[in-house]
């Protein structure tokens, strides 16, 4: 009798600790999975911040271009005010677009820049070329700002240079505006302002 009461306790112990070792291994299990959850849910955020950064540098820099373009359309009505009269002194409106549209173009590259650090690799070698030709632009620009802040008169050679960096800083805008990198930075931003646009006129 006695013998039988050992063995009934030894399968207890035995049952006991069997169902302790599924027990522990159940909540290693569970623990396992919340943790790769919580891995998989921080990854998944890291992703959709990456994005919204993108598409916030994305948006700044169209605004920047859309101020650019603006300027310079102001810039050249002042240009052919000022044009009206030989040698009249350069005028104060005319410096201020001109520091204005400066003070932009350095906005864009800075922009342009911090959107090249978050692209992938393969659009980096695209988006530097560009960068170059938008900094080129801006060196131009601010040399040429330099030069009609100390200039004291407005000669033809002056309106020619500016009229013709117009030209080139609207070229250099389209082509901004129309690259693949670009288009596709700012796709999903038209089309989900469309969506919003269309719910609102249901």
């Known amino acids: 009798m006695q013998e039988t009461v050992t063995n009934a306790n030894e399968r207890k112990s035995l049952f006991s600790s069997f169902l302790e070792v599924l027990e522990t291994r159940e909540k290693q299990a569970q623990a396992d999975r919340q943790l790769q959850e919580e891995k998989y849910l921080r990854r998944t955020q890291r992703i959709y911040d990456f994005h919204e950064r993108q598409r916030?540098?994305?948006a700044e820099l169209r605004r920047c271009l859309d101020y650019v373009s603006q300027h310079a359309h102001?810039?050249?009505?002042?240009?052919?005010?000022a044009g009206a009269g030989a040698d009249a002194p350069l005028s104060a409106c005319l410096l201020r677009?001109?520091?204005a549209l400066q003070r932009c173009?350095?906005?864009c590259v800075a922009n342009a820049s911090r959107i090249r650090h978050l692209l992938a690799a393969t659009h980096q070698p695209q988006m530097d070329t560009m960068l170059a030709k938008m900094e080129a632009e801006l060196s131009t620009w601010t040399a040429f700002l330099q030069r009609a802040v100390d200039a004291t008169y407005?000669?033809?050679v002056v309106i020619d240079n500016?009229?013709?960096?117009?030209?080139?800083?609207?070229?250099?805008?389209?082509e901004v505006s129309s690259s693949s990198v670009f288009t596709s930075l700012t796709g999903a931003e038209d089309a989900g302002g469309a969506g919003q646009a269309g719910a609102g006129d249901e």
Do not use: D, P, Y
Request: with cysteine; net charge positive; glycine share 4%.
């Open 105 to 107: 173009m350095a906005q």
């Open 162 to 174: 500016l009229h013709n960096i117009i030209a080139e800083q609207r070229r250099c805008v389209r």
């Open 74 to 81: 102001v810039l050249e009505s002042v240009l052919r005010g």
């Open 97 to 99: 677009q001109a520091a």
């Open 154 to 156: 407005n000669t033809e």
């Open 56 to 58: 916030r540098e994305a």
